[in-house]
Nanobody, 124 residues
Framework: QVQLVESGGGLVQAGDSLRLSCAAS????????MGWFRQAPGKEREFVAA????????DYADSAKGRFTISRENAKNTVYLQMNSLKPADTAVYYC?????????????????WGQGTQVTVSS
């Protein structure tokens, strides 16, 4: 029903910036609230950010506030995560998420759709 493909990950130094992109496709892809999770080695997947279909509401994890910005371009069915002032603790696989119910985006087990993930590595 919905396919999500992330891009934009890579290897950067502490203090650098990256912008991740997630392209959504499928019959109902234009009717989804969207967000981002991440998973570091040996840790559980954790919430990073989410925004509503209209973009009117956004939510961020404490670790992302002030440094990360989530946005979307609905005409292209694409969501972005702008990451500034990156730290080694941000190293993780970043996953794009989508769900017709906004509140489900806060909990990994409740999310309807996931991308394949893109690796972000931040060196000291």
């Amino acid at each position: 029903q919905v396919q999500l493909v992330e891009s934009g990950g890579g290897l950067v130094q502490a203090g650098d910036s990256l912008r991740l992109s997630c392209a959504a496709s499928g019959r109902t892809s234009s009717s989804m609230h969207m967000g981002w999770f991440r998973q570091a080695p040996g840790k559980e997947r954790e919430f990073v950010a989410a925004l509503t279909l209209s973009g009117a509401r956004t939510d961020y994890a404490d670790s992302a506030k002030g440094r990360f910005t989530i946005s979307r371009e609905n005409a292209k069915n694409t969501v972005y995560l702008q990451m500034n002032s990156l730290k080694p603790a941000d190293t993780a696989v970043y996953y794009c998420t989508a769900d017709p119910v906004y509140m489900r985006l806060a909990t990994a087990r409740g999310i309807s759709y996931w991308g394949q993930g893109t690796q972000v590595t931040v060196s000291s």
